[in-house]
């Protein structure tokens, strides 16, 4: 718990949030963590707590059910496919039936799949078996969407689930004790009466800051080529000697070298291009030219804007686990390998380890 009674933004309350749920992780509490916000106001928040813990940041949109007469008060919630959860005593505290709300919840799933949409731009949801998962919101009032969520990420069998928000009622944390296997809150005040009121500022958040949350840390669909790739590679020219780029290759600790002329893409020389194109057929590459053993045009490239689902498509599509990055007509720029994205999708797995892994000697 914090002693302060008001939060300056979602930024400071995640950085806050973030600072608990570190010592949790220290603890040995939080292993193998995903952190999943519900946007739009959560991804703010889950960002710094992602950011804090080292943690892929990904999105699970969760739509409240607001009463008609009033949206902002919260009687049920949707999640993925599933059915609506609705709070009995919202209920009847509105004297609303299921059957009253049938075209909200039409309403609201319509928006749900067009945000996933948005958030996830084709990109499949991360893979929680085994993984604790983090759900983070920036404050829970009723805790209908927080059930909700928690619900339909317990269906996809995390190992264990943390809700972690802010600031809370005291009623949606004794709601929430019972779904999740950990709820961490900083502040429950009482009354509660609103989230937007422990925060100076609460300004709503829109698709567009979602979205640069995500691409901000990485873990959202949204990221370039430019912010994964390897920039200034190794670069020969055609009439190098293969001794040479061999050399270059052992110097930098890599597999391929680009070759290039006057500043355009010439080809690409791996190091099995070296080994069957050169020492299996007995040429002497003390002689022999880069120029006569690289993969020649047309080749596979990417821009530095294009996205890492772009690449993924193409290394899949190709069966190639490098592709050279070029912009203005062909001037290489980078590389992006396999690895490299690995690490900017889920910089715990095993792929991640072994691309940041010190190259054998």
Excluded at 320 to 346: F, K, Q, T
Aim: hydrophobic residues 40%; proline residues 7%.
């Amino acid at each position: 718990m914090t002693t302060r009674t008001r939060f300056h933004d979602r930024s400071h309350a995640g950085r806050e949030l973030a600072g608990h749920l570190r010592i949790l992780q220290e603890k040995g509490l939080l292993p193998h963590p995903v952190v999943l916000a519900l946007p739009r106001g959560g991804v703010t928040v889950a960002r710094e707590v992602a950011q804090a813990l080292g943690a892929p940041l990904d999105v699970f949109v969760v739509r409240k059910i607001g009463a008609p007469f009033h949206e902002e008060f919260a009687v049920g919630a949707i999640a993925g496919d599933g059915p609506p959860l609705f709070d009995p005593r919202s209920l009847e505290h509105t004297g609303l039936t299921e059957e009253d709300l049938a075209p909200v919840v039409e309403r609201e799933r319509a928006e749900l799949r067009r945000r996933e949409e948005r958030y996830r731009q084709g990109r499949p949801a991360p893979e929680l078996h085994g993984r604790t998962a983090v759900i983070v919101d920036d404050g829970l009032a009723t805790g209908a969407t927080a059930r909700a969520a928690v619900r339909a990420v317990r269906a996809r069998d995390p190992e264990r689930i943390v809700m972690a928000a802010p600031v809370c009622s005291a009623e949606a944390s004794e709601l929430l004790r019972a779904e999740a296997d950990d709820v961490v809150c900083l502040l429950r005040p009482s009354p509660f009466h609103a989230v937007g009121l422990w925060y100076e500022n609460f300004d709503q958040l829109t698709d567009e800051d979602v979205l640069d949350a995500l691409r901000r840390l990485g873990g959202g669909p949204v990221r370039c080529v430019r912010e994964v790739m390897s920039p200034g590679v190794a670069s020969v020219e055609p009439m190098t000697t293969v001794a040479r780029a061999a050399a270059l290759m052992r110097e930098r600790d890599i597999g391929d070298v680009l070759v290039a002329y006057d500043r355009d893409l010439f080809g690409v020389l791996t190091d099995r291009d070296i080994a069957v194109r050169a020492v299996a057929e007995g040429r002497d590459p003390t002689r022999t030219r880069v120029g006569e053993l690289c993969t020649r045009p047309p080749l596979v490239t990417l821009s530095p804007e294009d996205t890492t689902e772009h690449a993924v498509e193409l290394m899949r599509r190709y069966a190639v686990r490098r592709l050279p990055v070029v912009e203005h007509g062909g001037c290489p720029v980078g590389m992006v390998s396999l690895g490299d994205l690995a690490a900017a999708e889920d910089p715990h797995s095993a792929l991640a380890g072994i691309s940041r892994a010190a190259p054998g000697r």
